[in-house]
């Protein structure tokens, strides 16, 4: 930029001394013509001292050189010096007899102007020479830079100011309302308001409309389901009575007492799919200082678990591995982890998952059941070697409803680890799964360490 001004800037001042050095050719060129004889040096020094006095006082060195870049005359500050003898840049003389102007400036701000004087027969007889002090110039010039660079800054610090004030008047809403919508992707509905009549405002109200239609339609969804269910309950335990009485009261037939067994399985699976929704039902109308959660021992809990589920795993051959928490054992030579949980809903997510592993997996198989404690977690690992679950539908197995395409194995509602996320994120922990078809599955619950 330093660069870009000087040159710039110079343009201006080297016209000016060409518009001057023009003016001294002409004066020079009258001396000339008043002059004008073919005598030799005689007048020659008469040309060059009338030449001196009528431009002595054009620069602050006045010199006239001949064709053989000999020095005629010379005038320092208006007073013609015989026998001096001043800086000459050769280089100069030797462009300007060429016929072009030549100009040199010096560390001290010195400008030697040098230009061409013809004589009769259009030849370049002489060069005039002047030297002007344009340290004036370069003081302008730094005054110049100093404002530009000034000025530089400060419209660099306005711009950016201006910059993060936009930023942050564009960004902040924008980051309000992907919040509101992240909020609303957890089905946690709340005001949407930016006080602003744009495009941002509009959007704003529009989604603060759509939460409520949603959370309306959500709550009217979930009333209906508890609704149904406890009305569903009376019946079917009908039902199931009835189909009972049958099967032990059918001993002849054997065709209608398969009738009636299948009629009495089924009774058993919508039950079994009743009881989940009216679980997922309290969940959603309680709060989580509702589900009375106390510290809980995780080393006995799965103990607990497994120990119920090994019967059912018993009959297809299935052997169940538990593995309890490494750590620094007690007074009692135990050691003791423990989870700020509701015992009975944690048993009862566990156990939906040991579960899951059994119906899952091939008769005369392993289920591990592994507890890993961290300074601040506990990690509840349960694998199995079962029909496993493809990549593509891991994430939505965990939702209400949704069975995997290769689940038909089983019987099943779609509900099991939808209830277990519940029942996690309840006490502030979070389900992961891994698995690969044919291979198994691996369900990891983290739980905080209290």
């Known amino acids: 930029m330093n660069k870009a001004i000087d040159y710039y800037s110079f343009i201006t001042i080297e016209k000016q001394m060409m ?8 004066s ?18 008469e040309i060059v001292r009338l030449a001196l006095e009528k431009l002595k006082a054009s620069g602050k060195e006045v010199r006239i050189y001949d064709s053989t870049k000999q020095l005629l005359g010379l005038a320092v500050d208006g007073i013609i010096i015989n026998d001096g003898k001043p800086l000459i840049f050769e280089k100069n003389i030797e462009k300007a007899l060429s016929g072009s102007y030549a100009y ?12 061409p004087i013809q004589n009769q027969y259009y030849e370049n007889a002489y060069v005039y020479e002047f030297v002007e002090d344009i340290s004036y110039f370069y003081a302008i010039m730094d005054q110049i830079r100093y404002i530009l660079f000034a000025g530089a800054g400060g419209f660099i610090v306005l711009i950016t100011l201006a910059s993060l004030w936009i930023a942050r008047n564009t960004t902040k809403p924008i980051k309000l309302l992907l919040g509101a919508v992240q909020s609303f992707s957890r089905q946690e509905f709340r ?16 989604l603060d409309s759509m939460g409520r239609q949603l959370h309306d339609y959500i709550q009217y969804q979930k009333q209906f389901v508890s609704n149904v269910s406890h009305e569903l309950k009376t019946p079917l335990a009908a039902i ?11 001993n002849e037939n054997k065709e209608l007492q398969k009738i009636y067994g299948h009629l009495l399985q089924e009774s058993d699976r919508l039950t079994r799919l009743i009881n989940e929704l009216l679980l997922l039902s309290r969940f959603d109308k309680a709060g989580s200082n509702e589900l009375e959660a106390r510290k809980t021992e995780m080393n006995e809990l799965i103990q607990q678990v497994v ?9 297809k051959g299935i052997k169940i591995m538990v593995s309890k928490a490494q750590g620094e054992p007690d007074d009692e030579g135990t050691t003791k982890v423990y989870a700020n949980i509701n015992p009975m809903l944690m048993s009862h997510a566990i156990a939906n998952l040991v579960d899951n592993a ?6 005369h198989s392993q289920i591990n059941v592994e507890m890993e404690q961290m300074p601040s977690e506990i990690v509840i690992r349960i694998r199995d070697q079962g029909i496993g679950i493809a990549s593509d539908e891991l994430e939505r197995v965990q939702e209400r409803f949704y069975r995997a395409k290769n689940a038909s194995t089983a019987n099943g509602s779609g509900l099991g680890l939808s209830i277990c ?3 996690v994120e309840r006490f502030n922990g979070y389900i992961d799964m891994e698995s690969r078809i044919g291979e198994g599955t691996t369900v990891t619950i983290v739980l905080p360490r209290v």
């Open 104 to 115: 040199t400036v010096t560390e001290n701000h010195q400008l030697y102007f040098a230009t």
């Open 240 to 250: 199931r009575g009835f189909s009972q009485y049958l099967v032990e009261g059918e």
């Open 421 to 423: 996320k519940e029942i």
């Open 191 to 206: 005001t949407v308001h930016l006080n602003r009549k744009d495009e941002l405002g509009m959007l704003a109200d529009g």
């Open 19 to 26: 518009e001057k050095a023009d003016l001294s050719e002409l």
């Open 358 to 363: 059994i119906k899952y997996s091939g008769n």
């Open 307 to 315: 120990m119920n589920m090994e019967a059912k795993a018993k009959d």
């Open 28 to 45: 020079f060129r009258e001396v000339l013509a008043e002059h004008r004889s073919s005598s030799g040096e005689p007048q020659t020094k």
